[in-house]
């Protein structure tokens, strides 16, 4: 079953989803934009049946706040929550290898974000705008970074790159005035134009 393309798109009416399923019979993916523009909703409780969410899901969800991804999710889409300014806290589960363009760009107010092990490339714009991010920890698999991915993110103090990474794409930590400490590792062989541009704040690069 699935949550079709378009379903809910600029539902300005709904707060809450719930999904009522039997086993074997849940929802398994949640279409392109299927509840994107949606401004007052809330919450939702997305079933352990789903296994895709797909691009602009939930795009431009200003009032999202309460979101649990289900372990078995393992593909999430371009811009899935971008602009989810209500956002805190976000769990990505196991199993997701990429986190696209724009996944997470303008959640304003996301704070802590826990990406998997299984993680291997941040994508452009990942989380460009999360200014209040300031836990984030790299998984060890991860191998690109790319331009753009954490551009603006003000409040993270410091960075760790995974052994693994070669490059370092442009812009990538483009006007995070608030890094103080950068460690690189060997592996890295090209840091790309202006991948720390604007981080006024930095003393230490390691």
Same mark, same amino acid.
């Given at each position: 079953?699935?949550?079709?393309?378009?379903?809910?798109?600029?539902?300005?009416?709904?707060?809450?989803?719930?999904?009522?399923?039997?086993?074997?019979?849940?929802?398994?993916?949640?279409?392109?934009?299927?509840?994107?523009?949606?401004?007052?909703?809330?919450?939702?409780?997305?079933?352990?049946? !789903?296994?895709? *969410? =797909?691009?602009? &899901? +939930?795009?431009? #969800?200003? @009032? %999202?706040?309460?979101?649990?991804? /289900?372990? $078995? !999710?393992?593909? *999430? =889409?371009?811009? &899935? +929550?971008?602009? #989810?300014? @209500? %956002?805190?806290?976000?769990?990505? /589960?196991? $199993? !997701?290898?990429? *986190?696209?363009?724009?996944? +997470?760009?303008? #959640?304003?107010? %996301?704070?802590?974000?826990?990406? /998997?092990?299984? !993680?291997?490339s941040i994508r452009a714009y990942a989380f460009a705008g #999360?200014?209040? %991010?300031?836990?984030?920890?790299? /998984?060890?698999?991860?191998?690109?970074?790319?331009?753009?991915?954490?551009?603006?993110?003000?409040?993270?103090?410091?960075?760790?790159?995974?052994?693994?990474?070669?490059?370092?794409?442009?812009?990538?930590?483009?006007?995070?005035?608030?890094l103080k400490e950068v460690t690189i590792p060997d592996s890295?062989?090209?840091?790309?134009?202006?991948?720390?541009?604007?981080?006024?704040?930095?003393?230490?690069?390691?």
């Amino acid at each position: 079953k699935e949550i079709k393309q378009n379903a809910f798109n600029g539902n300005n009416t709904i707060e809450e989803v719930e999904f009522q399923t039997k086993s074997g019979k849940g929802v398994t993916k949640i279409g392109d934009f299927a509840f994107a523009n949606c401004t007052n909703l809330k919450s939702i409780v997305i079933p352990d049946t !789903v296994t895709d *969410i =797909g691009s602009d &899901a +939930f795009y431009n #969800c200003s @009032s %999202l706040s309460d979101l649990n991804i /289900p372990n $078995g !999710v393992t593909s *999430i =889409g371009h811009r &899935a +929550f971008c602009n #989810c300014e @209500s %956002l805190i806290e976000v769990v990505i /589960p196991d $199993g !997701v290898t990429k *986190i696209l363009n724009s996944m +997470f760009s303008g #959640c304003s107010n %996301l704070a802590n974000v826990t990406i /998997p092990a299984s !993680v291997t490339s941040i994508r452009a714009y990942a989380f460009a705008g #999360c200014k209040s %991010l300031t836990n984030l920890t790299l /998984p060890n698999k991860l191998k690109s970074i790319e331009m753009r991915s954490f551009d603006s993110c003000t409040s993270l103090v410091s960075i760790t790159i995974p052994d693994g990474v070669s490059v370092i794409d442009g812009w990538a930590f483009n006007g995070c005035s608030g890094l103080k400490e950068v460690t690189i590792p060997d592996s890295v062989t090209e840091i790309k134009v202006a991948a720390f541009y604007g981080s006024a704040s930095l003393e230490d690069v390691y």
